[in-house]
């Protein structure tokens, strides 16, 4: 397929070139038509490939993408296949083609006006305002386009959804400003026998538990059981999604209630944020607990140990709140012209630009409506702050072009629209301060400084929305919230195995990108983040307690993302594995090469024979054995062999019920493997393959948008400079910054 920039006469005019320098006669032709035309012609159409029309010099333009995807073929060894010579001149035919289509015109594209999505919509308001809203809880699902849910095309609007933004827009504007009448308190207890809270050790309980309104809460914490008279005070923590708020003393000697005083002072006391939350209690660094086994540890005469976590509240916060101190730059009751300022400056980091008077003068409007209507000059700010929230300045990441109906027309975005896409490329929210006053200076764009905003922004906190967003989407870790493993077939499994499972990979993606680890670690690094939990699950012995840490593999049953249990586990049935799955997630997601959808009326798989009457691998073969079901299966079932020794929810197993496992299998480039450990170390060598697919989707994620053959170019280049650093990860990120498509844009032709 053509660049929209080469119209009939050029393509003619490429045609003439390709003919007259004789390269292609030369290099690519006797390829084409001695080892390739046998099984791809007219009469046998191997693949459904027919490449009689790619024998031709202008077949290069003409044809654009087929070719592309013989070269991806040819590239990763794919064809000839095994058992046919590689031609001589292959290697020469490889690079000649690569050349030609170097010659292209570059091509930024453009991105469709961007919504933002929940987690960006969830972000933004947090950065902005210092509100936690989940907009995951509240709007619905974004669609999906090339696998992400960040693309423009398919981030639309309806009804149900504004109506959402516009109720969202009051409560995060009254809890932003504290304008809310708290109700009177009320008190809530989450205990082990109420099963709200789960017990996820002897010295731990977790569970979710709702805030409904921002406040002060007493909270106190049951402690079941006595130890010795003698026995020392423990250290109690306190956690909040995961983050430690607090520690305290507590007695372990017989003792009813213990209270928990973030301030040390008057009242028992501490703020929290509204919303839905997942909070822990437990024990930290307890000797004595270390002396117990078995029953021992819940003996309630025996060992002492948390039980509930009652919440008492919400009381009206003694001090100013960290989101009004953000929005309350001077003293509103002093007068307009502060007022003024405050919603101006809100303006500006909500629209992520410079705001004109105009604009300021419109809120200004609604402030003065509130005092209208008696309200306080707190309730005026906070009715512009509603507006701004559902203006499509705020909703929407709009740029511009100077000819919006010339395709031909390539311009760099402004500073201000790279700034945006710069910041929630890493941290999928806002621009903060500085990003956005260098992009008003109009300095962003000078390599230098744009290289040292990237690594600021890498190494701040928020660049872990990659793993969540970019990770997550990626390698399909959002799917575990959905999955259900029949719990007769997989007893072990639950929420706890499963967060852990999240966790590890999450964990895993962060350490890899922050530490600029060479990306073959996804293939088949020597180490994981684990707890107890999943240790367990592994078989991996020395790990204790629910936190993650770095632990070195001293087996080869694991290694990589294709050895987590994240990743096996949103690859396999309900009941069982599935080599069909989990082969076509390696080509999707590692390798590139996605396969095409299966045919109709495809029969199905004896389910009640599998494990018991044949093993599944049997099963699969005689499925395979279908001439509709080979083309695709052929290449999909033995990467899918490969992880057969991970069950259905990634816990290593030598038998598939009564018969061992068979874990041999072959690489679309004809290697082959016996073990997971050599399919992972086969992989590496298809290094050119995985890089080219991750960048291509990390391209994908910057940009908001789909991947077009004119982006080819942009893939190799960001490839290239990938291999000559070693592979290391964040060259993929600054080299993605630095490309075209990311700097620039073009317009559309009217349609």
């Not at 390269?23 to 490449?51: R, W, Y």
């Not at 790619?54 to 991806?72: D, H, N, Q, V, Y």
């Not at 600029?516 to 078989?539: C, Q, V």
């Not at 991750?694 to 190799?716: C, H, P």
């Amino acid at each position: 397929m053509l660049s929209l920039r080469i119209g009939i006469a050029g393509l003619a005019c490429v045609a003439a070139t390709l003919a007259a320098d004789g390269g292609f006669e030369k290099t690519v032709a006797p390829v084409m038509s001695k080892t390739c035309s046998p099984c791809h012609n007219e009469q046998q159409a191997s693949g459904g490939l027919d490449i009689t029309a790619f024998t031709k010099p202008a077949s290069l333009t003409e044809s654009r993408e087929g070719w592309e995807i013989i070269l991806r073929k040819l590239r990763a060894g794919e064809m000839p296949p095994r058992g046919i010579p590689r031609p001589p001149k292959l290697d020469a035919a490889i690079k000649y083609i690569q050349s030609e289509f170097d010659k292209d015109k570059p091509d930024p594209g453009r991105v469709t006006a961007r919504r933002l999505n929940r987690a960006e919509y969830t972000n933004t308001i947090r950065d902005l305002l210092g509100v936690e809203f989940h907009a995951e809880k509240s709007f619905p699902t974004d669609g999906l386009g090339s696998g992400f849910d960040n693309v423009g095309d398919v981030l639309t609007i309806s009804p149900v959804l504004m109506e959402k933004y516009l109720s969202a827009a009051q409560r995060i504007s009254e809890r932003a400003l504290g304008t809310i009448t708290l109700p009177k308190p009320l008190e809530t207890q989450y205990a082990v026998k109420f099963k709200n809270v789960q017990r996820l050790n002897a010295s731990t309980i977790e569970g979710p538990v709702r805030i409904e309104f921002d406040g002060e809460y007493e909270i106190h914490f049951g402690l079941q059981g006595e130890r010795a008279a003698d026995a020392k005070p423990v250290k109690l923590g306190f956690w909040m999604d995961g983050k430690l708020l607090q520690t305290i003393m507590a007695e372990t000697k017989p003792s009813g209630l213990v209270y928990f005083d973030p301030y040390s002072e008057e009242k028992i006391r501490l703020q929290l944020p509204e919303g839905e939350h997942v909070f822990r209690a437990a024990f930290i660094d307890d000797d004595f607990v270390k002396t117990l086994t078995g029953k021992d540890l819940l003996d309630r005469k025996k060992n002492k140990f948390p039980d509930s976590m009652t919440f008492l509240g919400p009381y009206p916060s003694k001090t100013e709140s960290a989101s009004r101190k953000k929005i309350l730059i001077c003293d509103p009751q002093s007068g307009a012209a502060c007022v003024e300022k405050i919603v101006a400056n809100l303006a500006r980091r909500a629209y992520r630009r410079p705001v004109t008077a105009k604009e300021v003068a419109s809120l200004m409007k609604f402030t003065a409506m509130a005092r209208g209507e008696g309200e306080t000059v707190d309730q005026g700010i906070q009715l512009a702050l509603e507006a701004m929230l559902v203006s499509p300045n705020f909703l929407f990441r709009i740029e511009h072009d100077a000819a919006p109906t010339d395709p031909t027309r390539t311009h760099p975005v402004t500073d201000l629209e790279l700034a945006s896409r710069l910041s929630y490329f890493l941290w999928s929210s806002m621009p903060d301060d500085e990003l956005l006053t260098l992009a008003e200076s109009g300095k962003l764009h000078a390599p230098a400084t744009l290289d040292a905003q990237v690594k600021r922004m890498l190494a701040d906190e928020r660049s872990a929305a990659i793993a969540d967003n970019f990770a997550g989407q990626w390698l399909e870790l959002r799917n575990l919230d959905v999955v259900k493993p029949d719990p007769q077939k997989f007893p072990a499994w639950g929420p706890e195995l499963r967060d852990a499972m999240k966790m590890e990979t999450r964990l895993f993606f962060d350490h890899v990108l922050r530490e600029n680890r060479p990306i073959s670690d996804f293939l088949d690094a020597r180490y994981t983040f684990l707890n107890e939990k999943l240790a367990k699950h592994y078989g991996i012995d020395g790990v204790t307690g629910p936190d993650f840490r770095r632990v070195d593999l001293a087996t080869d049953q694991r290694g990589g993302l294709l050895g987590q249990a994240s990743v096996l586990t949103v690859s396999s049935y309900p009941t069982r594995t599935s080599v069909v799955i989990r082969g076509k997630y390696i080509l999707q997601n590692i390798l590139g090469d996605p396969p095409p959808p299966p045919p109709a009326d495809v029969p199905l798989l004896d389910e009640g024979s599998i494990g018991t009457a044949a093993s599944l691998r049997q099963q699969m073969e005689k499925h395979r054995a279908s001439p509709v079901c080979a083309s695709c299966h052929n290449k999909m079932d033995p990467l899918g062999f490969g992880l057969e020794n991970y069950d259905g929810i990634g816990h290593w197993r030598g038998m598939d019920g009564k018969f061992p496992v068979d874990a041999s299998g072959t690489l679309p480039n004809g290697k082959s493997f016996a073990t997971p450990s050599a399919m992972r170390s086969e992989l590496i060598s298809l290094m050119p393959q995985f890089s080219h697919c991750l960048v291509e989707k990390l391209l994908t994620f910057a940009l908001g948008r789909g991947m077009q053959s004119y982006d080819n170019r942009t893939i190799d280049e960001i490839d290239r400079k990938l291999a000559a650093s070693g592979y290391t990860f964040q060259t993929a990120i600054y080299e993605t910054v630095r490309s075209l498509p990311f700097q620039s844009r073009r317009g559309e032709a009217a349609h």
